[in-house]
């Protein structure tokens, strides 16, 4: 992900095309959570794409949380000087999107989440992290997929680099709590931003049920559903996933 990485200010971020802002937000750590699929198909269709590099490591230990990660996007967003943005998210990055729409509604104009957390607990994995054993580092990077060979050995290489680091090691366990602490449920039922909510039908970290809540509670929201998939269902089904969410942008004029 590292192609035309713009930085400015305090914000680093790769940005292609013209047109309706379509912000594109990660997860915990970044190649579990590729988007490439995506920021490649949107442009030509007149779109600008922006994925900001997000702050997960880089903030405070005190102000690693949820919240915290959903101001700084409004701060980019205010920044780009963007308005009606649709915001895109898996994992973490849904999560953020999420809690971001809740703060700033008047900002997003749709929200599209897959793998989101915010409602499930164990969204960060049980018994998560051990460190320094690869093997076992190099199975819970490949559980997040249904083929497993979607994990390459560059992404068990980042997986495990993180949580070999002492200080990310603690931060990736302060934001599972932050995101316990800041669950969605209750907030959800008032959220009228249009969601297209996209989930792998075999998606074990926050599992089918995760996605069946999410689209109760949410009062405008469509679920779909990529059989063969698990929590990251942009990288193992791009163009099933590009496919739904063109068509859902278009039933819905935006």
Known sequence: MEEHLIEDGKYRYIEK????????????????SNFQGVSEYFPPKGYQVLIPELPIY???????????????????IEHKGLKDVILLGNSL????GLLHTKMFPEMVKALVITGSSGLYE??????????????F????AEDVFYDPKVATKEIVDEVFATVNDRMKLVKT??????AIRHNMSKDLPHMNTPTCIIWGENDTVTPPNVAKEFHELLPDSDLYWIEKC?????????????????????????
């Not at 969204?123 to 690869?134: E, S, T």
């Not at 366990?173 to 932050?178: D, F, Q, R, T």
């Not at 969410?245 to 039933?251: D, H, I, P, V």
Request: proline share 6%; aromatic share 10%.
């Open 137 to 140: 580092i190099k199975k819970k």
């Open 58 to 76: 880089d903030m405070p230990l005190l102000k690693t949380t949820v919240k915290n990660f959903a101001t700084f996007l409004e701060g980019f």
């Open 17 to 32: 095309g013209e047109g309706t802002p379509m912000i594109i937000l990660h997860g915990l750590m970044g190649g579990l």
């Open 93 to 96: 990055g849904g999560h953020i």
């Open 173 to 178: 366990l302060a934001i599972a709590k932050s």
């Open 122 to 135: 164990s969204a960060m994995g049980d018994g998560y992290p051990k460190r320094g054993d690869y093997e």
């Open 230 to 254: 698990g929590h990251a269902p942009m990288m193992e089904h791009p163009n099933d996933f590009n496919r739904i969410l063109e068509a859902w942008l278009e039933k819905r004029g935006f």
